[in-house]
């Protein structure tokens, strides 16, 4: 495989991609928006993350193009027992630093995970796990509280070398891993270098280097890519760039419906968004279609309820409010809301109906988007302001429920387990907005513990209902997921931006 890398990018990104004296041309270059914030994968948080930590370590499984669970270290599994699974594991996989994998490692990484004070951010998925036991070097097993559904979705989590971390070694900076790459250098907030694992149990990778390189505006992005300063970018993209890229007969490219979301985050423990009335009319005044048509030129697709179309428990008869400005008036006014004193702003018992909404500075179309929710409010009565941050600054404040309404997104929803038991149970780690329903909590409980099928959709489509009424979230949309990347790269598109077919 042969790979032209131009290094003469723009004067604005130059640093950030401009190669070394003597880079080799076989290094595939892609374009990040954000730097990763660790790359140990039990705290990574971020999609760069997620995807440079791909490369650099093993799961027990992998996830297909479908994302079905397919052997990685594991060669092969079973369920004795609806709470017990075993795994077998690979022989003769060494780590980046030479030692050998083995079944303490598994365990290491499942219990350090589970345990609070690492502040793994998806703890909440293996938290039915109550027990990892190595049965001998190459055997795992795994006993859960009740059955879980889930589980082998949520089996690639990166395995870590025990004797490393417990030396001291630090994977957020100094990652070792057992993945077909090992970090070669990392100039923070720049580039992610990788070169290739000579001793990979699956063959040292056909490439000799892959560098996450960071440009963080979406159209500086496309145009390195266009000048062949980059190998390969991916979403997020800006609509405009996404159109041209799309209409070139000289590149390779993807554009499919992705496993993400677009939403409004509503903080339930905030005035005056207590009342679930008064989010669903905050909600009718939302106008779905100008923002994914028109700000993001149809790139996505409007969304109808929490559920994924490409999820097996989607459903089209569950809805959230849709637009409806007058419906909205209707419903503020019976909540007592009314321009009292001719100013044109709501108000109620004296105040003010006043709203911020806020998202981070690194998305254009999110900021067009929310100044756009803004001038709908205002047009509407409501007294709304924005705030704008970087990401930084802005994501832990909305951990943290220091918003009113957040525009942001999730990725990687391979179950809608993922997607709804930390976001939505009462006191979850991921429910920023405090949202708290005893129904759901038990829907969402049985979703997760049920093992046939027809019995998951049928709980995740009754909390769908629910959380479609009271509305903690109004998913915007369903994301779309582009890709687009030099044509004489083997890159076979996955939807959640991963790259290990582009080493191949």
Known sequence: ????????????????????????????????????????PRTQRDTTAYRVNNLLYDGLVNL???????????????????????????????????????????????????????????????????????????????????????????????????????????????????????LANWARGS?????????????????????????????????????????????????????????SDDIGKAVMGGVGITYINFNTAAEPLTDPAMRRAIAMLIDQDTIVNGIYEGVDEVATSILLPSSWAYSADISQPTYDPEGAKAALAELGWSDSDGDGILDKDGEDLSIEVSTHSEDPNRIQAVEFIQAMLKQNGVDATVSIADWPAFFPSVQDGQHQIALLGWLNIVDPDRLMFAQFTTGGPQNYGSYSNDDVDTL???????????????????????????????VISYQGYQVFYDPELDLEPDVRGMMRSAID
């Open 64 to 182: 297909d193009a479908g994302l079905n669970a397919q052997p990685n270290l594991a060669v092969s599994w079973e369920n004795p027992e609806p709470t017990v699974w075993i795994f077998k594991l690979r022989e003769g996989v060494k780590f980046h630093d030479g030692s050998d994998l083995t079944a303490e490692d598994v365990v290491y990484t499942f219990e350090t995970i589970l345990d609070p004070e690492l502040g793994a951010r998806f703890r909440s998925l293996y938290t039915p796990i109550s027990s990892i036991e190595a049965v001998d070097p190459l055997t795992v097993k795994f006993e859960l509280t009740e059955p879980y559904a889930p589980l082998l979705s949520y089996m690639d989590l990166g395995i870590v070398p025990s004797d490393y971390v417990e030396g001291g070694g630090d994977l957020a900076t100094a990652p070792v891993g057992s993945g077909p790459m090992k």
């Open 191 to 247: 580039k992610i270098e990788l070169e290739p694992f000579a001793d990979y149990w699956g063959g040292a990778p056909a490439v000799d280097g892959f560098e996450f390189v960071v440009v963080a505006d979406n159209t500086s992005r496309a145009q390195a890519f266009e000048a062949g300063d980059l190998s390969i970018i991916q979403s997020p993209l800006s609509p405009q760039d996404i159109q041209r890229l799309e209409a």
């Open 1 to 40: 495989m042969k790979i032209n890398v131009n290094f003469a990018a723009a004067a604005a990104i130059a640093m950030a991609v401009m190669a070394p004296a003597g880079a080799s041309a076989e290094v595939i270059t892609l374009g990040a928006d954000v730097d990763a914030g660790t790359l140990d």
């Open 444 to 474: 969402l409980a049985e979703g997760r513990s049920a093992i046939a099928t027809d019995e998951r959709i049928a709980a995740y489509q009754a909390a769908a209902e629910i959380i479609s009424e009271e509305v903690p979230y109004y």
